[in-house]
């Protein structure tokens, strides 16, 4: 069975790069491109992988990714952050709300694939 990845994303090209990338690599990818009901694609989908951007309409990365780590059957599901904003305080914040990987944009395809082996083996 093949491994799948939510990526909330709002930039077209940036959805189109890490979605041939992954699939490529046999990874199933759905796609979500705002913030405002992130937590419900992810409820329904369900994926062993979130790839999430810090800025998005609705609502940041930060608090999606909050409200993740305060539901019990999320507490552990691996959040790749893949965002512009690499300040140091932006790093920790994710880092004090539990991301499992923080990467900053622009980004190699190969780290990103590399990532997402490492977060889902």
């Given at each position: 069975?093949?491994?799948?990845?939510?990526?909330?994303?709002?930039?077209?090209?940036?959805?189109?790069?890490?979605?041939?990338?992954?699939?490529?690599?046999?990874?199933?990818?759905?796609?979500h491109?705002?913030?405002?009901?992130?937590?419900?694609?992810?409820?329904?989908?369900?994926?062993?992988?979130?790839?999430?951007?810090?800025?998005l309409?609705?609502?940041?990365?930060?608090?999606?990714?909050?409200?993740?780590?305060?539901?019990?059957?999320?507490?552990?599901?691996?959040?790749?952050?893949?965002?512009?904003?690499?300040?140091?305080?932006?790093?920790?914040?994710?880092?004090?709300?539990?991301?499992?990987?923080f990467?900053?944009?622009?980004?190699?395809?190969?780290?990103?694939?590399?990532?997402?082996?490492?977060?889902?083996?």
């Open positions: 069975m093949s491994k799948t990845v939510l990526l909330i994303e709002d930039e077209p090209n940036i959805i189109e790069a890490i979605s041939f990338i992954l699939s490529r690599d046999g990874w199933t990818v759905a796609t491109s705002n913030g405002h009901d992130a937590n419900d694609a992810i409820l329904r989908r369900k994926p062993d992988l979130v790839i999430l951007d810090v800025m309409p609705g609502k940041s990365g930060f608090d999606i990714l909050r409200d993740l780590r305060q539901d019990a059957q999320f507490q552990d599901l691996p959040v790749l952050i893949l965002t512009a904003r690499g300040q140091t305080k932006d790093r920790e914040l994710a880092q004090s709300l539990g991301v499992s990987r990467m900053t944009k622009p980004f190699s395809n190969a780290d990103v694939l590399a990532a997402a082996n490492d977060l889902v083996p």
